[in-house]
């Protein structure tokens, strides 16, 4: 015999989500899918492999993605290529690459799908994690940033996340920032000695990402530094006091937060986050902003954008913390057939009921009743149909209701209508009973 090898493991940073679990990353994506929908938002698949360039130049050489985050590696041809560390670049550039600005108009562009970040693995920390994000591309007005939130807000509402702070800033444009960054630098001279390595270096190279330091020791200082809502120009000023007037007019509360800058370079005027108390030290839930310089910077028509992205593992952290959406779903019904004369007709029913869209199990073994029993229970089957001697001489098989014990004969051609009926009814938790034929 062979000897046993040392078993290969998942790479550090990684995960196998699995079953029951993927079922609420299922709903959680049925559910973005259908709320996007209805905004009017389409589906867009880039490639998990982009040019380096591509990340370097539209979320900034000195952020910390780019700058240490980034899994890149010179391919065989000597490009440099790099797994996209986020999405809208990719979505930007995929908008460019195929002319879809020649079309005018919006354009509302969803994705979801893995995103790959070196970063150190944690509770909501991952290196290969998932996004669900979304893309609004060809408009500056701030009522696309609202109706975006708006979406968000029932979105997440769908989902059952209830508890959660939106946290809203502007942080200006190429026209008003440079200012404030100067005001920045002048007030940074004064209080960055005493500051974290990592702010010594960026007050040097790109001032704003010290707003998002997360060091303890350097939270009052940061406290006291300018505000870049104090240094927005008329015009960012007038999109942001539209953009808050619209979120009051809509009742979606939020906090205006004046360090929130996000992490990426790209974000003009209106950026936000979403964070939930259920997650601890991650609390951050999703993130987002506008972006209207960004197609330029990727060589692109000038092409105003706005879009957020989710957090998908926190998001289904959160949703489980918060007792929402279950766990995964129950067998409809397990087929328990007694002795081989059942066997054909049982497989038959089995059959048709998969073919309804009913989830079923039925063994390949004959097996006794107890036993059949124990395993439907074991499955969490809600049903269990049971054909035996006598079932196959009356033509009526029992079905009976797993939680209550209730049981009934019923014609084989009547069993796809009585489980949708009962099923129906079990299936809809509130959380999630969106569709709109109820
Ligand atoms: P954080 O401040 O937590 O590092 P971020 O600002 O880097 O977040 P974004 O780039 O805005 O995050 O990404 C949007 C969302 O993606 C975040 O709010 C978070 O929910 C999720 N996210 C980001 N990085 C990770 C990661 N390494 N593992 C799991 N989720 C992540
Ligand atoms: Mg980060």
Known sequence: MAE?????????????LLPPETRLWQRVEDEARRVFAAYHFQEIRTPVLEQTSLFARSVGADTDIVSKEMYTFQDRDNEMLTLRPEATASVVRAYIEHSIYNQGGVHKLYYMGPMFRRERPQKGRYRQFYQIGAEVLGSDHPLID???????????ERVGLREYNLLLNSVGCTHCRPEY?????????GVKASMCDDCQRRAETNPLRVLDCKV????????????????????CKQHFERVKAELIQREIPYQITPRLVRGLDYYTRTTFEITSGA??????????????????????????????AIGQDRLVLAVQQAGELGTGDALDAYIAWLGEAAFAPAQKLARELRR?????????EPMKLKKSMGIANKLQARFAIIIGEGELKGGRYQVKDMASGNQQEVGPSQIGAILRQKLRYLSAPAAVCTDSDE
């Open 181 to 189: 960054v100067k005001a920045l630098r002048r007030a940074l001279e």
């Open 216 to 235: 303890e020791a350097d939270q009052p200082m940061i406290d006291k530094l300018p505000r870049i809502i104090d240094y927005l120009d008329p015009e």
């Open 356 to 364: 309804e869209g009913f989830s079923i199990e039925i063994s390949p």
């Open 279 to 308: 997650l601890g030290a991650q609390n951050a839930v999703l993130g987002g902003g506008r972006y209207d310089g960004l197609a330029e910077m990727i060589g692109g028509p000038p092409t105003p954008g706005f879009g957020f």
């Open 4 to 16: 046993r090898s040392e078993l290969i493991r998942s790479v550090k940073g990684t995960r196998d």
């Open 146 to 156: 609202v109706e975006t939130l708006e979406m968000l807000v029932l979105f997440l």
